[in-house]
Nanobody, 125 residues
Framework: HVQLVESGGGSVQAGGSLSVSCIYS????????VGWFRQAPGKEREAVAA???????NYTDSVKGRFTISQDNEKKTLYLQMNSLKPEDTAMYYC????????????????????WGQGTQVTVS
């Protein structure tokens, strides 16, 4: 079965950088999409960035130019490099996966993803 395990995160001052990683396994097909979502206290979970099965990357507007998502298919690892962090980036960050191509219309939609990691905390002060 599909497993997603996040690591990284932590605490940093505003303007600093952090990275989070997600090791995934168990996707039954070569086509899959993976992404990062986040949830701040008292708020709904929102998409941050995603990589679709064709390698295309997608970002929510609030992180464009600051965050970079990347994927190492050999290591089966998804990365999120976060620069110029702001206090509003504080949240639990979740890795998500789907066992198929998500498509540009849905790649940043929570409903496209079936599999979720346990989350890793990012705190910006």
């Amino acid at each position: 079965h599909v497993q997603l395990v996040e690591s990284g995160g932590g605490s940093v001052q505003a303007g600093g950088s952090l990275s989070v990683s997600c090791i995934y396994s168990g996707f039954p097909y070569s086509q899959h999409c993976v992404g990062w979502f986040r949830q701040a206290p008292g708020k709904e979970r929102e998409a941050v960035a995603a990589v679709d099965s064709d390698g295309s990357t997608n970002y929510t507007d609030s992180v464009k130019g600051r965050f970079t998502i990347s994927q190492d298919n050999e290591k089966k690892t998804l990365y999120l490099q976060m620069n110029s962090l702001k206090p509003e980036d504080t949240a639990m960050y979740y890795c998500a996966g789907a066992s198929r191509a998500c498509g540009s219309r849905y790649v940043l939609s929570e409903s496209a993803y079936k599999y979720w990691g346990q989350g890793t905390q990012v705190t910006v002060s």
